[in-house]
Structure formats: C-alpha cells, structure tokens
T-cell receptor, first 115, second 116 residues
Framework: NAGVTQTPKFQVLKTGQSMTLQCAQD?????MYWYRQDPGMGLRLIYY???????DKGEVPNGYNVSRLNKREFSLRLESAAPSQTSVYFC??????????????FGDGTRLSIL | AQKVTQAQTEISVVEKEDVTLDCVYE???????LFWYKQPPSGELVFLIR??????QNEISGRYSWNFQKSTSSFNFTITASQVVDSAVYFC?????????????FGPGTRLSVLP
C-alpha cells in the first residue's frame, strides 16, 4: 500500500534555484494538499486542490506554485528558492471533494534546505 | 477566528505512566470536525481519530482515549500505561465549513517523550 508518495525525501538548494516537489497518491482521492512544517508552528497549508483541474491558495502561498497534473499527481514548485522556504514539506490527500472533514492521509515528507 | 491551541509544548513521562495531551479549539461554526495525528521520530504523520461536533461520546481504542467536551471547547487525548513507542509529536487539528479542504487548522503540536 503506497498511499501518498513524495519525491525527493531530501534536497539542498542554493538561494535562487528552482525546484519541483512531486506528490502522487494511489487512493483515488479527489482532494490533495501541500503543507509546510516549521518548528513550533504545526502544519500550514500552502495550496490545495479540491479536484482535478482546480487549485486554490492556502494560508502561506507566496513563493510557490502548484500543478494538479491529473487525479493522482499534485506538484509544488519553488521558482526562486529563498532561505525562508527551508522547511519540511508534506503532501496529503483526502476523499470526497468539497468536504474538509475527512481525515487527510500524508506522505512521508520532503526535507528541503535552502542555503 | 478558527484556532487550535496545544498549550503543552513538551511532556516527559516514565514508561507505564498515564499522560493527557490537551487540545483547545476555537471556531464559530456549529458543524466541525476534530482530529488527532501522531508524528513519530521517523517523521510521517499518522491519523489517529476523527470526531464530529455532534458526537460528544468519549472514545477508547486500546490504550488511547479521547475526551471531547464542547462546553470547554476541548478535545483531550489520554494515553494509558505509556510505552516508549508512544514517543512522538502529537497534533490536534480542526476542520470546519465546507470550503474544499482549505479550512483545516493544525495546532502547534505536543512533543511526548516516554522514558524507559
């Protein structure tokens, strides 16, 4: 059972470089999400996609873009990485588009460091 | 404002002790859902429980139990006879409204260390 798969698991970038974090889920979920986790702050929503073809901003979208490639895949792109984007990034998916009350299933995270 | 507070930043207990993790939430919605997630040292997030605002019945699952009290806006989590494997960061989360998943708020987490 793969669930939610994120690649890569670790990455180090230099300031100004670009990078795409990949996420795929095999649970046939409609909704997918990208969070960042910083010490002492819990998880904060960057972007989400309620269904294939739609994306919306979350709490902290600045500096990021997303693409919902198909129902399975939801990618997060940093166009010009900044040290403030050093974080652990989690992708998640959930069932039933349009409902925020289903539990989200998370990937294992991507630890990203920007030098 | 919708908010989740976990006032306990870190807790340390000795194995076999009982421990309660506190969660206090704020929401204007009458329909909402509360969740607990566990993040072990390996880093993944594991879903533990979901509770809706209309069901105040307490729940027990093995050594885990949850106490939901709307009167105090709390959804506390108790681990009975703690074990070293319970060491993790525990997050409480609130989901409200129906805005396509945007309204999902996490607390800052409580780091539990269970010492042998």
């Amino acid at each position: 059972n793969a669930g939610v798969t994120q690649t890569p698991k670790f990455q180090v970038l230099k300031t100004g470089q670009s990078m795409t974090l990949q996420c795929a889920q095999d649970m046939n979920h409609n909704s997918m999400y990208w969070y960042r986790q910083d010490p002492g702050m819990g998880l904060r929503l960057i972007y989400y996609s309620a269904s294939e073809g739609t994306t919306d901003k979350g709490e902290v979208p600045n500096g990021y873009n997303v693409s919902r490639l198909n129902k399975r895949e939801f990618s997060l792109r940093l166009e010009s990485a900044a040290p403030s984007q050093t974080s652990v990034y989690f992708c998640a998916s959930s069932d039933m588009a349009g409902y925020s009350n289903q539990p989200q299933h998370f990937g294992d995270g991507t630890r990203l460091s920007i030098l | 404002a919708q908010k989740v507070t976990q006032a306990q930043t870190e807790i340390s207990v000795v194995e076999k002790e009982d421990v309660t993790l506190d969660c206090v939430y704020e929401t204007r919605d009458t329909t909402y859902y509360l969740f607990w997630y566990k993040q072990p040292p390996s880093g993944e997030l594991v879903f533990l429980i979901r509770r809706n605002s209309f069901d105040e019945q307490n729940e027990i699952s093995g050594r885990y139990s949850w106490n939901f009290q709307k009167s105090t806006s709390s959804f506390n989590f108790t681990i009975t006879a703690s074990q070293v494997v319970d060491s993790a960061v525990y997050f409480c989360a609130l989901s409200y409204g129906d805005n396509y998943g945007q309204n999902f708020v996490f607390g800052p987490g409580t780091r539990l260390s269970v010492l042998p």
